[in-house]
């Protein structure tokens, strides 16, 4: 089953409000794309009211339909070329505080889809977060309203979304043109998802923890898709199980898990790796950048070891990649006043090499570096300019990472100083003068991450001279 757009295989994670640091709901995910260029910007939708007839057209497929009249304001990441390559926004948090992240690509099986085929003008991931993410109050009724959309148009693809509000974490799998389970993360658990479907045993007396498609239940029992003798495992039911799994999917969750869980002895080929997962390590933003960044850190699977054999280096797909085009992590905090709680984490950039900068969604625009990226290579616009950062450490990795780590180490630091400083100040204004106020702090973070980053380019390069290999050592009475 082949994808006729530029989004390919990315990794999510989700963190239930009391399996994190602080008491905030997460969601996280890699946008990993089939080709290493495409420009992405970051973006600022306004709120609509009272705007009858409004429609979304898909540029990929003949999808096409009316949106609700009133709508919030939502930040978005889209394709700068979306009139070949679809708008896929990626991802969000609205006026409401309700965030989403889409897709993560998930492959149903072919016993599935002879009964359910994929709807080839259906709603998919190019256009979903704009049908979807302006209209909902709550992560649950986000689950909802793409469900009831989904019933109406069909899913042209098997698409994972996430969402999440700051109580609630939602993971909802799309694997057939009209089928679905949606299961929320508990409160005290993570899950880490990678192109494989991952929801398990479904309990369908439990409402309040999954959500699905209108008979599908009936739909399996009519069409003997069940292989399990009890239960209804969604997994085995709708996924796959085949050796792409076990070298480009698995092995990215048996990382993630072993992470979070390094006590817990696993096989990243193991098929049957658990989809809810608990820790006794509170998990913070900076876990969830690590792993997004990760290539099998310290195990033999490492593509820059240098112990470890071509056979094992090269084995397993890594999470972070020279495709993912931008890598977020959204948080809705419980412990500052809502008007400032949601903050989108956005890397732009390899995420291995590369900060994740701290974005209070309630802004009234983006900075231009984010906002206009050009279509070739520009330096002043984030996108290029990060990028360009990753490719110049990766170019001399064994010279240049000691120093790209010691520069994210300490940005880490500056970022989080800054969230805690523009929290306290943040107290001291209300309606449009707040919203002024969180958009001068962002792109006053903007400023100061692109000067430290410009910083580090003059290091490298300078460094970079003198490991050229046209050299000689000159004798001294020359």
Not at 318 to 332: A, D, E, F, K, Y
Request: charged share 25%.
């Amino acid at each position: 089953m082949k994808k006729n757009h530029l989004d390919d295989a990315c990794t999510t994670i989700l963190v239930g409000k009391n399996a994190s640091l602080d008491g905030s709901t997460m969601i996280a995910r890699n946008d990993d794309t089939f080709f290493a260029v495409a420009p992405h910007s970051f973006v600022l939708n306004p709120a609509v009211e009272g705007e009858k007839g409004r429609k979304v057209k898909s540029w990929l497929n003949g999808f096409e339909a009316e949106v609700p009249e009133n709508g919030y304001k939502w930040p978005a990441v889209p394709n700068v070329d979306y009139k070949q390559f679809g708008y896929y926004d990626e991802s969000g948090i609205n006026g409401a505080n309700v965030a989403m992240s889409a897709t993560e690509s998930t492959y149903g099986n072919e016993r599935a889809l002879a009964f359910d085929p994929l709807i080839k003008d259906g709603m998919d991931e190019d256009v979903i977060v704009r049908m979807v993410l302006p209209y909902v109050d709550s992560a649950k009724g986000a689950v909802q309203r793409t469900g009831e959309l989904i019933a109406k148009y069909g899913s042209p693809a098997g698409n994972s979304v996430l969402f999440s509000d700051n109580d609630d974490v939602w993971y909802m799998e799309i694997v057939s043109g009209h089928h679905w389970v949606a299961q929320r993360i508990p409160d005290d658990s993570y899950a880490v998802c990678a192109n494989r479907v991952s929801i398990q045993q479904v309990d369908f007396n439990d409402p309040s923890q999954f959500m699905w498609s209108d008979g599908i239940q009936e739909f399996v029992e009519a069409n003997h898709l069940n292989t399990d003798k009890t239960g209804f495992n969604f997994r085995h039911i709708f996924g796959t199980d085949n050796m792409k799994d076990r070298h480009y999917n698995t092995p990215r969750v048996w990382f993630g898990q072993k992470f979070f869980n390094p006590e817990i002895e696993q096989d990243p080929e193991d098929d049957e790796l658990p989809f809810i997962m608990k820790t006794d390590h509170k998990i913070s933003v900076d876990d969830i950048e690590y792993v997004l960044g990760s290539h099998y850190n310290e195990t033999p699977f490492d593509p820059f070891s240098p112990d470890a054999s071509d056979a094992d280096k090269y084995r397993y797909r890594p999470i972070g990649l020279n495709r993912t085009q931008n890598s977020h992590v959204l948080q809705i905090r419980n412990d500052v006043p809502e008007e400032f709680a949601a903050i989108m984490w956005l890397c732009i950039g390899f995420p291995t090499y590369t900060p994740y900068i701290p974005f209070y969604t309630n802004m009234n625009e983006t900075d231009a570096s984010f906002n206009d990226a050009s279509l070739e290579f520009n330096f002043k616009d984030a996108y290029w300019m990060y990028n360009a950062l990753s490719v110049l450490v990766e170019s001399k990795y064994t010279d240049f990472i000691q120093d790209d780590i010691d520069f994210l180490t300490e940005v880490r630091q500056d970022l989080r100083m800054s969230v805690a400083e523009t929290d306290k100040l943040a107290k001291n204004y209300t309606g449009d003068e707040l919203v002024e106020f969180l958009t001068t702090r962002n792109q006053k973070v903007v400023k100061e991450m692109a000067d430290k980053t410009h910083k580090l380019f003059g290091q490298l390069y300078t460094k970079g001279i003198n490991l050229s290999k046209l050299t000689f050592n000159m004798d001294k009475n020359l």
